[in-house]
């Protein structure tokens, strides 16, 4: 099956900085997203981008499917970014599957 | 708008007691339900899907099972837990057709087995 990789696994920075998260899959999808976990366990979609480039605010992502990869930007991070970032593809054949990365933990500090 | 609630937020059951967690969702009709546990805060498991009353998928063989008796309910139980069974238990929704489409996430449900 296809296999998700996120990198970095943690990322520690102050508030201010700018960072990028990657996230790398092994086969063709028809889906990505980018969501948010905060630290009291909410999931929040933050980006639904199988293709192409989207911004919201502070944080933009773009996707390469041909290369098969995806990353997201933050920029001018914010303690309230802090939480776990994760991206999930949906594979070609399917209509309810996601598979998960493990995760970028990410730490603003003030 | 839609809506969705799980219930309860936090639980703390003794090995061998019964489960049972609740998910609705409000504000559409004939969603994909699903149920995910997350261990340790990363990495989410797919545990069990439903496209339709009475409809569900098993993705893990375990200890837990699922029902969907209304179109807009879906609930995760257990006849005995396990120390195993611990963890955070997110319910989601989806449209029909998830692929163009996201998934939406409840607020989670915190289960530590004792």
């Known amino acids: 099956g296809i296999q998700v990789e996120q990198s970095p696994p943690d990322l520690i920075l102050q508030e201010g900085a700018n960072s990028t998260l990657r996230c790398n899959f092994s086969?063709?999808?028809?889906?990505l997203q980018w969501f948010h976990q905060n630290p009291w366990g909410q999931l929040i979609n933050l980006f639904y981008?199988?293709?192409?480039?989207k911004q919201n605010g502070r944080l933009s992502a773009t996707t390469v499917a041909t290369e098969r990869y995806s990353l997201l930007y933050i920029s001018s991070s914010q303690t309230t970014d802090s939480g776990v970032y994760f991206c999930?593809?949906?594979?070609?054949?399917?209509?309810?599957?996601?598979?998960w990365g493990a995760g970028t933990k990410l730490i603003i500090k003030p | 708008s839609q809506t969705i609630h799980q219930w309860p937020a936090t639980l703390v059951q003794p090995v061998g007691s019964p489960l049972s967690l609740e998910c609705t969702v409000e504000?559409?009709?004939?969603?994909?339900l699903y149920w995910y546990r997350q261990a340790a805060g990363r990495g989410l498991q797919l545990l069990f899907y439903?496209?339709?009353?009475?409809?569900i998928s098993s993705e893990v063989p375990q200890n837990l099972s699922a029902s969907r008796p209304q179109d807009r309910q879906f609930i995760l139980s257990s006849k005995k837990l396990l120390l195993s069974d611990s963890g955070f238990y997110l319910c989601?929704?989806?449209?029909?057709?998830?692929?163009?489409?996201?998934?939406?996430f409840g607020e989670g449900s915190w289960l530590t087995v004792v």
């Open positions: 999930a593809v949906t594979p070609m054949d399917s209509n309810y599957q996601l598979i």
């Open positions: 086969d063709s999808v028809n889906n």
């Open positions: 981008i199988p293709s192409g480039t």
């Open positions: 504000g559409t009709s004939n969603p994909n």
């Open positions: 439903s496209v339709g009353i009475g409809q």
């Open positions: 989601a929704w989806s449209v029909r057709q998830l692929l163009g489409n996201t998934i939406y």
